[in-house]
């Protein structure tokens, strides 16, 4: 059953950093496309940064560009994504997904993936 775990939320202050990790477990990443959403109370899903298969190209919303990081470790089965300079409008559920396609596109639409993790809330506040 392919199933995937997010992790690494919790409470930082403004200007702080956390490291999310999404683990698949019942397949391999590293033959697909692997998205992070974000979802905040009364707004709706939105995509904050992907990387695909083949190439380890890498898209990244224009609210996030130059503070997230998102890279593979396939050795770990494992899609990070490493947040740094975070905001308190950076306060959301965050959710990994995943796309089969060792040579799709990478793109951070919601309606692209097939699977997806349960979640794990960032706040960030003072």
């Known amino acids: 059953q392919l199933q995937l775990v997010e992790s690494g939320g919790g409470l930082v202050q403004p200007g702080g950093s956390l490291r999310l990790s999404c683990e698949a477990s019942?397949?391999?990443?590293?033959?697909?496309?692997i998205g992070w959403f974000r979802q905040a109370p009364g707004k709706e899903r939105e995509g904050v940064s992907c990387i695909s298969s083949s190439d380890g190209n890498t898209v990244y919303a224009g609210s996030v560009k130059g503070r997230f990081t998102i890279s593979r470790d396939n050795a770990k089965n494992t899609v990070d994504l490493q947040m740094n300079s975070l905001k308190p409008e950076d306060t959301a559920e965050y959710f990994c997904?995943?796309?089969?396609?060792?040579?799709?596109?990478?793109?951070?639409?919601?309606?692209?993936?097939?699977?997806w993790g349960q979640g794990t809330q960032v706040t960030v506040s003072s």
């Open positions: 019942g397949f391999s990443l590293d033959s697909y496309v």
């Open positions: 997904a995943a796309v089969q396609g060792v040579y799709r596109l990478c793109m951070i639409l919601p309606m692209e993936y097939d699977y």
